[in-house]
């Protein structure tokens, strides 16, 4: 997933402004509800998170380390990365894409969390977490010339908004960076030196495993079931 910390928090702020129609949780004066079998009394949290995946690690984590002081509750039906976010490609590019260059908030964010996704793995790895981050950099390949075109624009464009990236037009620099393309049919590339990848459920985990170690409470594959979440009134 092209997750960052920036753009979860972002995007963060948004939906806790509108958590009644989107759902992820809210931010407050809260409560989150347990039936479980042990305890059917309301736990109070400042922040409930519905769904460990990389959206919800990440926002967990980037929560705590914005304002430290509130209390997180995570929830995961199953475990942290066991559904979509752990099956996904693991794929990190680094730069956004020219067609989101706007003044729309969400394309703004998009392109903030592909930009600075990289340095958020690299970071949960650093601080003892592994990711299986490696930075590989990133080729996006033109075998036409009306390819090689669409992808100088984008290069273009994506320079003049401060993403890091480089067009190289024809084969020859483009095997300068990967000599296996040599002798084929790429004409030209789009290349981020700052992209690679990660193995996405070790990811995940890692990514919840640092929201624990921030103060989050994570609580994964229980047997009871959340009833509801009732917005306490300031």
């Not at 990289?118 to 299986?132: K, P």
Request: hydrophobic content about 40%; overall charge negative.
């Amino acid at each position: 997933k092209k997750v960052c910390s920036s753009y979860i928090w972002m995007v963060g702020r948004l939906v806790f402004r509108r958590c009644g129609s989107l759902g992820l949780g809210v931010l407050g004066s809260r409560q989150w509800s347990s039936a479980d079998a042990g305890s059917k009394s309301p736990i109070c949290s400042d922040v409930v998170i519905i769904g460990g995946g990389i959206a919800g690690t990440s926002l967990a984590v980037e929560l705590l380390r914005v304002k430290r002081d509130l209390s997180v509750v995570l929830l995961d039906k199953q475990g942290c990365g066991c559904e979509a976010s752990g099956l996904s490609a693991g794929t990190v590019w680094s730069a956004g894409h020219q067609q989101d260059l706007s003044c729309d908030l969400s394309a703004i964010a998009v392109n903030e969390v592909m930009a600075r996704s990289a340095d958020f793995y690299e970071d949960i790895q650093r601080n003892g977490n592994d990711t299986g981050w490696v930075r590989s950099g990133n080729l996006i390949l033109a075998v036409t010339a009306q390819e090689a075109e669409y992808l100088r624009r984008d290069a273009n464009q994506l320079q003049q908004a401060g993403y890091a990236c480089t067009f190289l037009p024809d084969a020859q620099s483009v095997a300068e960076v990967e000599p296996a393309l040599a002798g084929g049919t790429v004409r030209a590339a789009l290349y981020t030196k700052q992209s690679g990848y990660c193995e996405p459920l070790l990811a995940t985990q890692a990514v919840a495993e640092t929201a624990r170690k921030l103060g989050a409470d994570v609580v994964e594959g229980e047997s009871g079931r959340v009833t509801g979440i009732t917005v306490a009134v300031a």
